[in-house]
């Protein structure tokens, strides 16, 4: 019998990190699944979901702890199985203005009190195109039950833009 895992990791960045979780993760037997990587300040960071033979989790976490010895920190997460979900939707939100302490804080808040999830987020400062003024941009995917009624949601999110500078808009 299978089981789902998740593993989280990071690391200084350098040639052979993904390779290196990759015979790891296949030479006990996982099979990769769905994962997120990235490079951020010099810093290679990520998230993996596997399936494996469950006799073999014992096997794989030794073997990806060992990893440490290459500057990987690694943990591995078993998924537990969950009760039927609701069914959701998804809505992407682009946020764009200038770059300030807050913007992920305020935001956020107000998803969670309307209790929609963050699925998905990037973001990034950027430099704007004539002034050089940092500028804060995020793309980010919400789910939302499918009767949602997003009124609400659009007003709040109008408030924090109008009060934070911001344009936000919901896809």
């Known amino acids: ?22 015979k790891v993760i296949s030479e006990q037997g996982g099979n990769w699944l769905e994962s997120r990587l990235s490079q951020l300040d010099r810093k290679f960071a990520g998230i993996i979901s596997i399936s494996l033979p469950s006799e073999r989790s014992d096997a794989l976490e030794k073997s990806l702890k060992s990893l440490a010895d290459h500057g990987l ?63 804060f941009e995020a793309q980010v995917d919400v789910q939302v039950p499918k009767n949602s009624d997003l009124n609400e949601l659009s007003s709040r999110l109008d408030q924090i833009a109008d009060d934070m500078a911001l344009d936000i808009n919901i896809d």
Request: charged fraction near 20%; hydrophobic fraction near 40%.
């Open 73 to 135: 920190s690694v943990r591995l997460t078993k998924v537990q199985g969950g009760g039927t979900k609701a069914e959701t939707k998804i809505i992407k939100l682009s946020i764009l203005g200038a770059d300030r302490p807050g913007i992920v804080r305020e935001i956020s808040s107000e998803l969670a009190r309307n209790h929609f999830n963050v699925s998905d987020m990037h973001s990034n400062v950027i430099s704007a195109p004539m002034s050089a003024e940092a500028l």
């Open 1 to 22: 019998m299978n089981t789902s895992l998740v593993i989280t990791f990071i690391g200084d960045d350098r040639p052979g990190l993904v390779e290196a979780l990759a």
